[in-house]
């Protein structure tokens, strides 16, 4: 994120927006977004849990602040310099050439750390600059021919004492070679039987000025720490069964290595801005439970398919009995230190080279490679359906009832028990917006209004207006709480204030974040003759929750009408599949703003549509799931592509269409129907069958 660029920040995953367009107060109100998100982190983080944020350079020290406040400075683990794909800058200033990974732990004392290594640099094997010939004579590298260089062994003299003061067991002289060496103000890095071991091992050399130094050899550990410098991967890497599609899509390779750093198989990832699923599709890729939740639903969506579609490689587990949370089998580099070779017991002394080295190999240190799973290559993974999708509702209980537990046995008439926040200042705010920017309906049309006012006297209608065409109608409009979702009992109790109106309201707008399924049954279905007028759904856009003031311009799209599902259920009577029943999507059912009618719609605005074909009245466990948006490189068919196996092409086909599959009813003998439209915007259609 930066201040003032285009670039800066990303409100829907499909578009950019220069953030100094949208927040009122620019950088700050960034931060207060970010400190939001990151206080909610710090209350979810495990103690041995880390967060990390990327950033660049232009907030970096702003975003660092903000860390130290919500997380303390005493919890600060490290700011990670990883490498941009190219540099960014005017010609006459240095370019930038790097983004920032800030690491803070919830507490620094119990963080998971696993260390990373990489391959070494040619800088790194460059300073192997001493070759050992086969009769132990030694010469300069420089010396060495090239057609002579694999006849040679590589090393680098390392020094062999340390500045820690000296204990017991420490030595203040041995002998080499007939001549006597000292620690000077230091120690020897170990005792006199370690040092008599390195010199059995021949790990020992003198310089020309006089000092004992420890031969280190190239092929001891072929890797190399990671430390907080990460040019070794780049920002923009994507593997091509996952290629970068949104100019604002983090790499995958930053992330994972950050989840291989301080978790393991089973560890639970929170990504609270999703975008376009990154984190999330990093931690299915290894074998780590992850949440994931944008203030978008399109972002949502898009995350949905990436991750439905993708193949991922199969991991052996090292205790299957014990799951996911047993870890994997994981590679490991045999690693020899001047620890392992002077505690080990069998180097004595007249061995020859041969029998030097199998020793030192039998005892030498096991580094396990966290990020190198071993592969089963006669497996795949892919994802499936997701646990639950889920709106998190409340049971509402009548206020003389406080003490009681347990969901509510019977459906309660409607009365003012229900749980609401009453009038705020928010929806307050709220209607402004409404006023201000009206409300974006299909194909770009738009229900404006000519007045919008508050309604004093009642409390589930906020507020009373009049669109702005040639009809006037008379419009009342319900808000929704904040942090739930509209329940059954909110749409009838409003209904019930706007018959008592004088002159009645010919629209009745219910405007919230989310709906109850009930309740959006309701308001989908009565008939607006019966109901004595029109019903209809508003999508509230989530940055009408941010706390920051956000511009106030007419062209916000803060409210969208939902489309009224189209659905049929029917059982069949054709073939084999007699008796099962199946689902068919014919679109949605839009109110036009101009006439002020219902129309019907078609499928061609239908990105995905999910279906649980037996619904608890609570979740949503999607059994089917279709992409009819996908071309024939997209959806199930890049999933079948991927998995490189024979596919039935009927059935993946049959995943781009709007028909379900054959099914028979479960238990509970309720279906629900998810929809999502090309804007994002999602609706639930249960149906429920009659024994």
């Known amino acids: 994120m930066k201040d003032g660029k285009d670039e800066d920040l990303t409100q829907e995953p499909e578009t950019l927006k220069a953030f100094r367009d949208t927040w009122e107060l620019g950088i700050h109100s960034y931060l207060t977004y970010l400190r939001d998100r990151l206080l909610l982190a710090r209350e979810l983080l495990h103690e041995s849990g880390s967060v990390f944020v990327q950033i660049s350079d232009e907030n970096l020290h702003h975003v660092k602040e903000l860390l130290d406040d919500v997380f303390g400075s005493n919890n600060f683990l490290s700011v990670i310099s990883v490498r941009k794909t190219a540099s960014q800058g005017t ?110 091992a021949r790990r020992l050399q003198t310089t020309g000025g006089g000092t004992l130094r420890y031969r280190r050899f190239k092929e001891d550990f072929p890797l190399y720490a990671i430390g907080n410098l990460w040019y070794d991967i780049s920002g923009a890497v994507q593997s091509r069964s996952d290629p970068k599609v949104y100019v604002v899509q983090s790499s995958t390779e930053i992330i994972a290595r950050c989840m291989f750093m301080c978790t393991d198989p089973g560890d639970l990832v929170f990504d609270p801005t999703c975008g376009s699923g990154t984190t999330a599709f990093v931690a299915e890729t290894w074998g780590r439970r992850w949440i994931t939740c944008d203030t978008s639903r399109v972002a949502v969506t898009l995350a949905k398919q990436r991750l439905m579609t993708a193949v991922f490689d199969y991991y ?25 070779i002077a505690n080990n017991p069998e180097i ?29 290559r006669s497996k795949a993974r892919v994802t499936g359906p997701f646990t639950y999708e889920a709106v998190p509702a409340v049971n509402v209980r009548p206020i003389d009832d406080p003490n009681s537990i347990g ?56 507020a009373i207006g009049e669109t702005q065409d040639k009809q006037a109608r008379t419009v009342a409009v319900s808000f929704g709480p904040e942090f739930a979702p509209m329940e059954q009992r909110h749409v009838e109790l409003a209904w019930e204030e706007a018959r008592g109106l004088s002159p009645r309201p ?78 068919e999507v014919h679109g949605f059912d839009y109110y036009n703003p101009t006439n002020g009618k219902i129309e019907s719609g078609d499928t061609s605005k239908i990105a995905m549509w999910l279906l649980d074909t037996d619904y608890d009245g609570r979740s ?56 999502i439209d090309d804007r994002g915007i999602e609706c639930l259609k249960i149906i429920v069958v009659d024994k």
Not at 361 to 376: C, G, I, S
């Open 91 to 200: 010609a006459s200033l240095l370019g930038a050439t790097t983004d920032f990974v800030v690491w803070y732990a919830k507490a620094k004392q119990c963080v998971k750390y696993r260390q990373m290594y990489t391959v070494r640099s040619d800088e790194a094997d460059s300073r192997y600059d001493q070759a050992l010939w086969a009769d132990e004579k030694v010469t300069s590298l420089r010396a060495v021919s090239d057609d002579d260089v694999p006849k040679v062994r590589l090393f680098q003299l390392s020094a062999m004492t340390s500045s820690r003061p000296s204990g017991e067991g420490d030595v203040s002289a041995f002998q080499f070679e007939d001549r006597i060496y000292s620690p000077g103000k230091g120690t020897f890095k170990t005792n006199e039987i370690g040092l008599v071991r390195l010199r059995n």
């Open 316 to 340: 052996p587990m090292a205790d299957p009995k014990q799951g996911v949370g047993s870890g994997f089998k994981y590679k490991t580099v045999p690693h020899v230190t001047l620890k392992s």
């Open 348 to 376: 004595v002394e007249g061995m020859t080279r041969e029998q030097i080295d199998a020793a030192i190999k039998k005892y030498a240190d096991q580094e396990t490679l966290y990020d190198q799973p071993e592969v089963d």
């Open 407 to 462: 969901p509510v046995a019977d459906p309660m008439p409607a009365d003012l028990s229900i749980t609401r926040m009453g009038v705020t200042s928010r929806q307050d705010e709220w209607r402004d917006e409404l006023a201000r920017t009206g409300v974006r309906g299909k194909g770009g049309a738009k229900l404006e209004f000519a007045r919008m006012e508050p309604l004093p006297g009642t409390r589930y209608l906020h």
């Open 506 to 583: 010919e629209v009745l707008l219910f405007a919230a974040f989310h709906f109850d399924p009930e309740a959006a049954k309701d308001i989908d279905e009565l008939d607006p003759k019966k109901a004595g007028m029109q019903f209809l759904k508003l999508q509230m856009n989530t940055d009408l929750l941010t706390d920051d003031l956000k511009k106030k311009r007419s062209s916000n799209e803060s409210f969208w009408l939902v489309g009224q599902p189209d659905v049929t259920l029917r059982k069949i009577h054709r073939g084999q599949d007699t008796g099962l029943w199946e689902v």
């Open 620 to 675: 949503l466990l999607p059994r089917q799931v279709f992409f009819p948006l996908s071309g024939e490189k997209d959806g199930w068919s890049r999933l079948a592509k991927n998995l490189k196996a024979e596919i039935d092409e009927d059935l993946i086909e049959a995943y781009r269409g709007t028909v379900s599959l054959p099914f028979d009813l479960g238990k509970n003998r309720r279906i629900a129907a998810k929809i």
